[in-house]
């Protein structure tokens, strides 16, 4: 270990130390996660994780610090603040600031109108669902109107979707008709008012359903690959005919306007749920190849409706998911109407010490899946023993058959304290 890490472990140290003498409530977990690929008996995964929670709670002011230490292998550390803000407490309404994780919506595995935080998709989408939300620096305002509640959000500086590296297993690397060059100029939003992003949710509870109102004016998480073409002449035909030379890739992030809302009610011991968001001024990607930048912007609208329900004692849940692209051109990449559904089957068994679980996501659309099985022990309170799998199956078009090389078996061990 070398004296920056000595260092690092020493601070680390005298910051519990000091934090635990003034009462502050410390908690968080160790894990070891492991996983080797189907294909080829590879390790894809070798990770060592050590999650922290800060706590203070007070009548007027509470704080939370989420500090996270990861390693991938035995020489690689790697650090984030996953969290740390503070909570001012109000007759009628509080104020949290500070980097934070915002939920919204009632969609399980699926971010529809959940789009304030965005995701850290380096791993795909097999981390935890609480670990794959990146936090965002934020003033948020919740203002109390009877039972129900105003949100108001304030993001000064934008954050993107974090991708998997060139390197990673999980890079899928775009055709292109000719090698590309790329300039990401373009690409930095500075932090400034004009440049902030702003939402507001409506939200309120009654005896028969909850349900939420949100807007948003927000920035495009996955930037836009604008395309400029270098095109030369080929002489040795007579005329002269061009061809594509070259292309100059400039990723760029666009602003979107977002409305939509969700609900949940419960009839008859099932709940049904539902989100819908209309989002304006998404571009996307064609295959024109007439075109200088080969991108057109349109509306669309993803929903999604859900039922989770008991079969005796195994609980259940399924959803259905479609994205529709408003005014489509037929040269564009995306497929008009995109239709996906997830499944859910939990059981629990020995006294809910033995847990088993099955969730899918079934690309109707591109005839693929991903089916996640997975059994857990809990050995006592505190620690358990997960066993699981991550399939892979179907098109090499769709965005879960394209990793069908990836499939593996995995394993974590985990001690919460």
């Known amino acids: 270990m070398n004296i920056r890490r000595i260092i690092i472990a020493a601070i680390a140290i005298l910051f519990v130390v000091s934090l635990k003498a003034q009462n502050v409530d410390i908690s968080g977990f160790a894990r070891t996660y492991e996983g080797v690929t189907f294909k080829d008996g590879d390790f894809a995964i070798i990770q060592q994780t050590l999650n922290l929670n800060f706590e203070k709670r007070g009548e007027k002011v509470a704080f939370k610090a989420n500090p996270m230490i990861y390693t991938y292998n035995a020489d690689s550390v790697y650090f984030t603040m996953r969290e740390i803000y503070m909570d001012l407490y109000f007759d009628n309404f509080d104020l949290r600031l500070g980097k934070q994780q915002i939920v919204w919506g009632k969609a399980d595995g699926v971010f529809i109108t959940d789009i304030v935080s965005p995701l850290n998709l380096s791993e795909f989408l097999l981390p935890d669902f609480d670990e794959i939300r990146i936090g965002v620096i934020a003033a948020k305002l919740d203002y109390y109107i009877g039972s129900g509640t105003i949100e108001a959000i304030l993001i000064p500086q934008f954050s993107p979707t974090i991708r998997p590296a060139t390197n990673s297993i999980w890079y899928n690397e775009p055709s292109f008709p000719a090698t590309p060059t790329f300039d990401w100029s373009n690409s930095e939003i500075a932090p400034s008012l004009a440049n902030s992003e702003f939402f507001l949710k409506y939200s309120q509870m009654t005896s028969f359903v909850d349900f939420e109102i949100m807007g948003g004016y927000t920035w495009d998480d996955n930037p836009t690959m604008h395309v400029q073409k270098e095109f030369g002449m080929d002489t040795s035909t007579m005329p002269p005919k061009p061809y594509l030379k070259g292309l100059n890739i400039m990723p760029e992030h666009h602003r979107l306007t977002v409305g939509g809302g969700s609900f949940s009610s419960e009839i008859k011991g099932i709940i049904l749920r539902g989100e819908a968001a209309y989002y304006n ?99 006592d309170d505190s620690f358990s023993i997960l066993l699981g799998g991550n399939i892979f199956v179907g098109d090499e078009d769709g965005q879960f058959g394209q990793n069908k090389d990836n499939s593996m078996i995995y394993t974590k061990l985990k001690y919460n304290f």
């Open 281 to 379: 001024g998404k571009y996307f990607q064609t295959e024109d190849q007439n075109a200088v930048d080969a991108i057109v912007q349109k509306d669309y609208l993803n929903y999604v409706i859900g039922l989770d329900f008991n079969i005796g004692s195994v609980k259940m849940s399924t959803q259905f998911i479609q994205k529709y692209i408003l005014d489509f051109d037929n040269k564009m990449i995306d497929d008009e109407i995109n239709n996906m559904a997830t499944f859910l089957i939990h059981y629990d068994m020995l006294r809910e010490t033995l847990h088993l679980d099955l969730f899918s996501y079934v690309g109707i659309t591109n005839n693929d899946a991903l089916i996640r099985p997975k059994i857990t022990y809990d050995f």
